[in-house]
């Protein structure tokens, strides 16, 4: 598309053309297809977890014991093995897929959300309205991020949505401080205190001015940020705190089975290898898309 014509096209469609060129950037870096390709089956398995999965994910049989009662090894009829209670590994691994996935992606949107509408006010606004907002961020800082969501976690009584809510309450403090930074850069631009000048209202100033500029941080932040409420929900899982027994989890997964590590070691590393892999894929997805929208980094690769 030519200069001309980009100058002339709908809105919609200078949108649609700028992500697919981003798309196709993405995908021409080896480790950023490798990665976008593995969040793609991810998904996949979760959307369709109930045609995947071998067997019933719930049901407890003897036939997934041995003789002595202990899980049996991936093969046969259970390529991925059984756990403690007889029951199929892989397909409690699918459905982790859907549980781990919906927390990750829900609990980051949450984050985000909070985090950047805290940035941008603080930022735009200024004065007082910033110094008690940003304060308020730095003393959720204060707090160590695993250690406050423990205590959220045992407060409520778990659930998807309440530790999505958990994660996300420790969670935004990043992305409030990165906004914000650049919303007060951004205010001080001369479009900005052209806009006010002409009377425009803050909202339209916020909504069509400064968040299109601000799109790209929160893309890439928000890329990055779910394979931090992944590991973060696995962790709450594995402690206990987490998704509960027996809505299955990587990380509840990993904690149920803990005690057959050395005799049945398959149902630790597994649902770990799950858990390095989806969060290696964002993040492999988030540091490209970082190059490729942030025109500061382009050249040093």
Do not use: C
């Amino acid at each position: 598309m030519t200069p001309a014509a980009a100058d002339t096209a709908p809105p919609g469609r200078t949108r649609r053309a700028r992500v697919l060129a981003v798309l196709r950037e993405l995908l021409r870096r080896p480790r950023a297809a490798f990665g976008f390709a593995v969040i793609v089956l991810m998904v996949l398995a979760a959307v369709f977890a109930p045609l995947l999965m071998p067997h019933d994910p719930f049901e407890q049989s003897f036939d997934g014991l041995s003789l002595t009662g202990a899980p049996l090894p991936p093969g046969g009829e259970f390529p991925l093995g059984t756990d403690l209670l007889g029951r199929d590994l892989a397909s409690r691994l699918i459905l982790g897929t859907r549980t781990s996935l919906i927390i990750g992606v829900l609990a980051n949107g949450i984050a985000i959300a909070l985090g950047a509408g805290i940035g941008v006010t603080a930022g735009y606004f200024g004065g007082w309205v910033g110094a008690v907002l940003m304060r308020f961020t730095d003393l959720m800082m204060a707090f160590p991020a695993l250690l406050l969501a423990i205590v959220l976690a045992a407060i409520f009584q778990p659930s998807l949505l309440i530790v999505a809510l958990v994660i996300a309450m420790v969670n935004w403090v990043q992305m409030a401080r990165v906004i914000y930074t650049e919303t007060r850069s951004l205010a001080e631009r001369d479009f900005i205190q052209v806009q006010r000048a002409m009377g425009s209202g803050h909202l339209r100033i916020l909504f069509a001015h400064l968040l299109p500029h601000l799109s790209s941080s929160i893309m890439v932040f928000g890329t990055l940020g779910i394979s931090t409420t992944v590991l973060l929900e696995a962790t709450l899982s594995f402690l206990g705190v987490g998704v509960q027994p027996p809505t299955p989890s990587w990380g509840n997964i990993i904690f149920e089975n803990q005690t057959y590590f050395s005799t049945a070691p398959w149902l630790v590393f597994i649902p770990g290898a799950a858990i390095v892999l989806l969060a290696l894929a964002f993040n492999l997805v988030g540091d490209a898309l970082r190059d490729i929208l942030d025109p500061t980094l382009k050249g040093r690769h």
